[in-house]
């Protein structure tokens, strides 16, 4: 009797770890082609674009976003969804600002915003994993809730007079590169190891591929499912404290349309909003191209609102064409 369960357990790990390369492996190509293109286009347009100071900004500025959407990437390949990432970064950041004013300590502060919002993406993961919701409504219902509560909290008010131990992850620089830079591009390797490398990391994939086919082959769906979206709201705290660092206070509105910009990098980078396929180097990428274009159009003195249109866009091309491609694939079989 073992050494049958020792075998289909075996089979089960072999097949999950398959589904997980296959999934992983996106076709990178058009993105990459993409994100040279807009640069090459925005150098000619602007000589001001390809200067260190600009290429430098450019990675600064992705900073928020790039992180938040390490986490958005594992919730999306589960098939999932969080549009709350922008209140949370808020809610975190403003109650850790003000945890750290009141205690003189800015270490007390940034395990403050690590732990409110965690507990955000544990609402939120509980309740998708285990009360069995569907996850735009909840986490659309939990980005609400925690705006007004940083509202209520703030009373619309900034805080202001930050410990400089709390600003330095998102304002200090080492060998004139920016900290916060450098521990983005750490997250993302992170991430990439464990989603590529880990037995977890093989879970997502499968959870995301076929929730049923993932439960019957032993994989506890729920406990994945939850710990994703505690894993998106770990990296919107980190997105939080850097944000805070930057700013050198905590507003209430920060970060108000930031789920907008990680959903497009996200997508954009290759993963599928309908589960099971995606990579953290697609979303490195999709991050870089959505910071290029908002850099590029502020540079071309393009109205912000077209900023926007442009994400928006950009999420329904990379929607339409992952669509395309599902129905052509269960159209040939494959």
């Not at 109650?95 to 732990?115: K, N, P, Y």
Request: net charge positive.
């Amino acid at each position: 009797m073992s050494e049958t369960t020792t075998v289909s357990t075996e089979r089960t790990e072999s097949v999950v770890q398959r589904l997980a390369k296959s999934a992983g492996n996106s076709n990178l190509a058009p993105i990459v082609v993409a994100l040279v293109l807009v640069s090459v286009a925005l150098s000619v347009m602007t000589p001001t674009f390809l200067t260190a100071g600009n290429l430098t900004n450019i990675i600064t500025q992705s900073a928020v976003v790039g992180i938040a959407a390490i986490g958005a990437t594992f919730v999306i390949i589960t098939s999932g969804i969080d549009l709350s990432v922008g209140s949370n970064i808020a809610l975190a950041g403003l109650v850790g600002a003000i945890v750290s004013q009141s205690t003189g300590s800015g270490l007390i502060g940034i395990v403050v915003v690590i732990l409110v919002a965690m507990a955000v993406g544990a609402v939120n993961g509980s309740s998708v994993a285990w009360l069995g919701l569907a996850p735009f409504i909840v986490t659309l219902a939990v980005m609400g809730m925690a705006r007004g509560l940083t509202l209520q909290i703030s009373q619309g008010q900034s805080v202001y007079g930050l410990p400089e131990s709390m600003n330095w992850l998102g304002a200090s620089a080492i060998f004139d590169i920016k900290t916060s830079a450098l521990v983005t591009v750490l997250l993302f390797i992170v991430a990439h190891l464990v989603l590529s490398r880990t037995t977890f990391g093989h879970q997502i994939y499968a959870v995301g591929g076929n929730a049923e086919a993932a439960r019957l082959a032993g994989i506890n769906v729920k406990r994945v499912v939850f710990i994703a979206y505690v894993i998106a709201g770990f990296t919107a705290g980190i997105a939080a404290i850097i944000l805070l660092g930057r700013l050198d206070s905590a507003t209430p509105n920060a970060a108000t349309g930031t789920e907008l910009q990680v959903i497009a990098a996200v997508v954009i980078g290759g993963t599928s909003l309908f589960g099971g396929k995606g990579s953290m180097i697609g979303t490195l990428v999709g991050v870089l191209l959505i910071g290029v274009i908002n850099n590029g159009l502020t540079l071309l003195n393009v109205s912000s609102f077209w900023v926007q249109f442009v994400q928006g866009a950009l999420i329904f091309l990379a929607v339409l064409l992952d669509s395309f491609n599902t129905r052509r694939k269960r159209r040939s079989g494959r």
